[in-house]
T-cell receptor, first 117, second 115 residues
């Protein structure tokens, strides 16, 4: 099955700095890669996702890059703010455009991001 | 607003009792719902995949007779932890998805504590 490795496990930055979290996956058939932000005791919230037909996607201060050849993808947060502090999870799955795929998510181990004011 | 409603949010009960957790998809008919377990400071581990009208598919190592899943309608799935023991204490989270090419939306989770 799929295996997703996430690094680093903890990341501490100063407000305004950039933060980068990296994930690698093992199954070359995986084609959907979401990132979730989870605050303590709360639900994971989707912050950005990317499909294998694109190499980069950006949404304001958040961007994700994908290297299919190397089987790794990264989350980039620019101009970090204290409210960005949370646990971030990457995930990978196989999805089909036809809507018949199983599509279960395999999560990375998580990264605790702390943004110091 | 919440796309997925999960209830209860917190349960404390004695060892040996059974606990039922509900997961409701509020904004769309969820053909598939997923159940995860998350231990403190760890990642989400998929327990089972629930498709409406059919038996759930359990991940390796998850006891189907202990974690009963029912997905009787397109908006409701339930997870029943039978004869719960302290080692079952965890954060249980459901998610729902309308189509396989769409993101999963998570519920708020249920914190289960078995004394």
């Amino acid at each position: 099955g799929e295996n997703v490795e996430q690094h680093p496990s903890t990341l501490s930055v100063q407000e305004g700095d950039s933060a980068v979290i990296k994930c690698t996956y093992s199954d070359s058939a995986s084609n959907y890669f979401p990132w979730y932000k989870q605050e303590l005791g709360k639900r994971p919230q989707l912050i950005i996702d990317i499909r294998s037909n694109v190499g980069e996607k950006k949404d304001q201060r958040i961007a994700v890059t994908l290297n299919k050849t190397a089987k790794h993808f990264s989350l980039h947060i620019t101009e970090t703010q204290p409210e960005d502090s949370a646990v971030y999870f990457c995930a990978a799955s196989k999805q089909s455009a036809g809507g018949t795929s199983y599509g279960k998510l395999t999560f990375g181990q998580g990264t605790i991001l702390t943004v110091h004011p | 607003g919440a796309v997925v409603s999960q209830h209860p949010s917190w349960v404390i009960c004695k060892s040996g009792t059974s606990v039922k957790i509900e997961c409701r998809s509020l904004d769309f008919q969820a053909t598939t719902m997923f159940w995860y377990r998350q231990f403190p400071k760890q990642s989400l581990m998929l327990m089972a995949t629930s498709n409406e009208g059919s038996k759930a598919t359990y991940e390796q190592g998850v006891e189907k007779d202990k974690f009963l899943i029912n997905h009787a309608s397109l908006t409701l799935s339930t997870l029943t932890v039978t004869s719960a023991h302290p080692e079952d204490s965890s954060f249980y989270i459901c998610s729902s998805r309308q189509y396989s090419n769409q993101p999963q939306h998570f519920g708020d989770g249920t914190r289960l504590s078995i004394l």
